[in-house]
């Protein structure tokens, strides 16, 4: 007989196991990107073919948050989690064995919708069963989770390349991917208890009122995409995914090329950035509690990070450290 999980235990469980499974999400999409340069000396590739896996999961990755968005409404978001895992330590699996980019990039591009299973129901799970504090403490524990987990892959990556090869990577990548699914699978059951036993003191949400207001009308035609703010809110999404994601994707193989780093010291050059990152991350927690203004808050980073992004090709020549400087500048202020 299993014993039931107070509430407030059960809360800090549920956010723990979130954590833990956006950290392997981390390990399982980003390890592409740490071995990159290391894949096109194996494979005697250039580094515009082997990065057709990392733009096609890129582009699966984000059709697949939509999908995903809307399908999790319908499904149950530890199923769809549990068949994201699967999906994922699959894909790890088999890559090392492909022979061609093509085959590489087909199984990479399943695997940024695998990838794209994990973040809807996630957020579902902690807004059903979190108080609003909760649920924003949580938020930024997930959040570093995910840069903790890109740590983790600069610092795996190597040290498989340097004691075996650049597939013990995905290997183990693999293996970690299973082990969170068989935690999830022994823990969801036990946490959805204690949540469902206590969900009215675990969820302290205000009451709905007896007579909602009356909706207002949209507007006609697209135009309230554009009033609402919905348009630009996505245009600044995309550009910051596309910085950051494509910094930390190519900038080991830049660094190799531009200052004729080896392989793994440039790797693991670039495992400084996601800590910058969680350092970024903790700040702007404190400064948006300190000055109630998100949007200003969130324009501040968005032009810190533009700024990085542009003095980073500019500064080229300056040396690798000012390199990573602005490298940091750009990830840390796209990532808070």
Known sequence: ??????????????????????????????????????????????????GLAVTGSFITYGGGQILCGVVGDRVRPHAMIALGLVLTACCNLLLPFMPTVFCMTAIWCINGLAQAMFWPPLVRLMAENLSPARFRSGTVVVSIAGSTGTIGVYLLAPLCIRL?????????????????????HWQFGRLQTGLALHGAAARPHAPVP?????????????????????????????LQGMLKDGLLTLLPSYMAQSFSLPTASSVLITGLLPVFSICCVLATSRLAKRFQNEAACGALLFAAGGLGGVLLPLCAGLGPAVSLFFAALAVGGCTA
Do not use: D, H, K
């Not at 990577?169 to 082990?179: D, H, I, Q, S």
């Not at 009308?217 to 995409?225: C, E, R």
């Not at 554009?226 to 245009?235: D, I, K, N, P």
């Open 1 to 50: 007989m299993q014993r039931n999980i107070p509430a407030a235990s059960a809360e800090r469980r549920l956010i723990a196991l979130c954590g833990l499974l956006y950290f392997v999400s981390y390990l399982t999409r980003v390890n592409y990107g740490a071995v990159l340069s290391e894949l096109t000396v194996a494979r005697s590739l250039t580094t515009a073919e082997a």
């Open 164 to 184: 075996w090869s650049w597939r013990m990577v995905f290997w183990v990548c693999a293996g970690a991917a299973v082990a969170v699914l068989a935690l999830w």
């Open 210 to 238: 007896a007579a909602p207001p009356a909706r207002q009308p949209l507007p006609a035609g697209t135009a309230w995409l554009w009033q609402s703010g919905l348009c630009l809110l996505a245009l600044s999404t995309v």
